[in-house]
């Protein structure tokens, strides 16, 4: 192998064959970065590493089920919630004839629809171990930059449509309980603050996630296809 | 293919290639709880990954791709946020620790390489790693999906940063 030694400022020695002397001082030589590789080769990686692949195997296949119950169970449950709102609304606006019940379960079935084509799409959009590493890549810029436009949008397609419902509910119940007094009144208007101070709270949550946590993501993400891209990728 | 023959491959691969895995985790992952949930991770995709493994690749290369998906998209800490840990899993985790007390009784000289490892950006991380192990330029290309002569330009620039975070000054 053969190389060069070049002076530095400070005086010491560079070796380009890339010598590693601070890992042999004690030799009183350096070592080749062909030395270092064999060294690295030879050594035993896993040390006592020992592992039952009949367990293991049990385990990566119920890791692999949980996953996916646990992906099953989110999104039920997030899709349940807003199905069973609407369903809430639309029994009680049927039950009352109220046109302000009708406006709420129209903005929970919004809410509904909404959230089960998103999840859809998410769904088919899923990537498999199988892709290349820019793709994979990819596939997780591609969620977590949607996951913070669903977040960012969340005043839209979460909290907007659910307003007019909850409008007309406060409003209407207000007008029915006109001759009951201020205390009836306050209270009314107490729910409605409350309700306002959750809606606030939902979206301060969801905007400080995005801040915290999916912003940071996003870039390390972009930054590593960064530095794929300018390798000129091939997969 | 077979769930059997699934199987079989997967158990055949971890005895063949469990080498590998623990390495992209050391590379990756410094902390012992970090270890324990990349090692997880790093051990559930090579089996999804089976029914697309054609033979195209070799078996290392495949495992190494896998693996290195894995570690690159993993996020350190997310661990915090998953509350559906199995106790079979956390069996496993402990598998993973035993894998982290190794590394006290291993040579100082790789101990040193690894922490540097984990210093370099993830690419070059995955690119030194791979390079370590003797794998070829075609193989590391295939791995990352980029030109070979771009793993050469990297590696060069590895080579030296390596050098010069492991005090290859002296001479």
Known sequence: MSGWVERRDDDTDVDHRGSYCELEINRGDCMSFDELQARWQAHDHEGQLNIDSDALLEEVRRNQRDFEKRMWRRDFGEVTAAVLVTFIFGTLAVLMDQWSLFLGAAGSLFVSIFMVFDRLKQRRQRTTVADSLPSAINASLVQVQHQIWLLRNILWWYLLPLVPGLVAILVSTSRESQGNGLADQLVIA???LICLLAFWGVYWINQREITRSLEPRRMELEELRASLSSGGIEG | MTVDDQEAVFQQWI???????VKVVRSFADVS??????????????WSSIPSFRGDSKESTWIYRVSLQTAMVWRRGERVRKKHHSKHLNEIAVVAQSSADVSCQTSELIEQLYSEIRQLPKIDASIALMHLDGIAYRDIAEVLGISENYVGVKLSRIRKELNERLGGTKR
Not at chain 2, 16 to 21: K, Q, T, W
Not at chain 2, 33 to 46: G, I, K, T
Request: proline letters at 4%.
């Open chain 2, 33 to 46: 709880a970090d270890r324990e949930d990349l090692l997880q991770n790093v051990f559930v995709n090579p």
């Open chain 2, 15 to 21: 005895r063949n290639h469990l080498g590998i895995m």
């Open chain 1, 190 to 192: 107490f729910v409605g």
